[in-house]
């Protein structure tokens, strides 16, 4: 499949500004996301005129990428685009001979889905010569049309403002309808799109190229059972012997198979904030799924609204809003400074957000009238005597309305 095949109509994405400015420092840009985000749509949108395409996914063009380099990147020069650059790893060392030789920026523009094969050799081969960029399906303000308004979430009173402004709202029904058809450039623009005709054919992709040929799985089909297991564990704390033991394999499988999915743009794991000065938090992470479509369809949902009735309704609604916070920094180009907390007396906070030394804490629920004491666990964080910013539950509010002092109820169309 390529990035959003069939379709033709380009929405902007908020990423198209920061990676500009990165063109004009970089000789190369990486551009890694899961198969079907748009990645070369993407990048082929901002391409200037002269910039040569070439797809690795063409046999015959990755046989001669692998078997002769050299005589490959004299047929293609740059300025040129290289799409799926991980089945041909063999380029890396040749790129950075010509980067060298003309240190210019823009030269090689680079997409990839596997970041487990791709990361070793760009380490190796083009450290200090290369920007990485992360790009996930499209963000819900890239959806309202609002790419570049988008700013790194942060749950002050002024941001929260400005994301309101539009006056667009999102409906309990309309909410999970996004959560469940997911946010992959194909389905979240045409309604026409059978989804669980896509989701079966983006699912057999993976298997067949992503995980067989380079992760050197043997049992597709063991894996798949593991890719549910993780799906149903979308917004918990990681386990990987009951996930081992659910999906009927080893721990040692299970692990590896846990990382070729985070790797490969599959899932997110959240990692728990700690500090020097506490010892009490748990050690765990939380493991979210990145497209909150693909995870209701592996976890056997079939409507919008069995999904927001049933067992899964908080945990899927959590995964949908930590997406797109995590979508507003990598979509900016930013490390995404993103915590949980939980400590030895199960006091837990939803997520923290990290910015200059501050501490935004965030609650999510699916509440339309949060109460004080939801917050409650906000005061744990005192102890750890760094400064706490303005803090908000993201609820299914109308209005942002404040609960405490310095904690203030966050509807869900302020993402």
């Known amino acids: 499949m390529a990035d959003i095949e069939g379709f033709d109509m380009y929405k902007s994405r908020t990423l198209e500004t920061f990676f500009q400015k990165a063109d004009q420092q970089f000789p190369v840009l990486l551009v890694t996301g899961p198969r079907q985000v748009g990645k070369t749509t993407f990048l082929q949108h901002l391409s200037a005129q002269g910039r040569t395409y070439v797809t690795l996914d063409d046999p015959m063009l990755c046989s001669l990428a692998k078997e002769e380099p050299e005589l490959f990147l004299q047929r293609f020069q740059p300025p040129v685009l290289i799409d799926e650059i991980q089945y041909a790893p063999e380029l890396f060392p040749f790129i950075k ?89 194909v389905i979240a623009l045409n309604e026409d799109i059978d989804r669980d005709l896509f989701y079966g054919s983006y699912l057999q992709t993976y298997l067949q190229r992503d995980v067989r040929d380079l992760a050197r799985v043997g049992d597709e089909m063991a894996f798949l059972r593991f890719l549910r297991v993780a799906a149903a564990r979308t917004g918990q704390l990681l386990n990987m012997s009951d996930m081992a033991r659910d999906a009927d394999t080893t721990s040692a499988t299970a692990k590896n198979w846990l990382s070729i999915l985070q790797a490969s743009g599959i899932i997110y794991l959240l990692e ?10 748990v050690k765990a992470p939380k493991l979210y799924f990145l497209d909150t479509g693909l995870c209701s369809y592996l976890t056997e949902w079939s409507s919008p609204e069995t999904l927001e009735a049933g067992a899964m309704s908080g945990a899927i609604l959590e995964t949908w809003i930590l997406d797109e916070i995590l979508k507003s920094y990598w979509h900016n180009g930013r490390r995404a400074p993103l915590y949980y907390y939980r400590d030895k007396d199960k006091k837990e906070i ?60 966050i509807p869900v169309a302020a993402l």
């Open 350 to 409: 939803d997520l923290l957000i990290i910015r200059d030394g501050t501490i935004y804490p965030l609650e999510f629920k699916k509440t339309a009238a949060p109460k004080k004491d939801t917050v409650r666990q906000f005061r744990t964080l005192k102890r750890l005597n760094i400064p706490i910013g303005p803090g908000g539950v993201i609820c299914l509010a109308e209005m942002a309305l404040p609960i405490t002092e310095n904690v203030q109820c």
């Open 97 to 185: 001979m010509r980067v060298d030789r003309k240190r210019k920026p823009g030269m090689f523009w680079l997409t990839g889905s596997q970041q487990f094969h791709l990361m070793k050799g760009v380490s190796e081969s083009l450290a200090g010569r290369v920007g990485l960029v992360n790009l996930l399906g499209f963000s819900f303000q890239e959806l309202q049309g609002l790419a570049k308004e988008v700013d790194p979430f942060l749950p002050d009173h002024q941001s929260i403002e400005k994301r309101l402004q539009h006056g667009i709202s999102l409906s309990l029904k309309e909410l999970y309808q996004q959560i469940w058809r997911g946010a992959f450039p």
């Open 272 to 281: 728990p904030y700690h500090s020097n000065l506490t010892k009490r938090l």
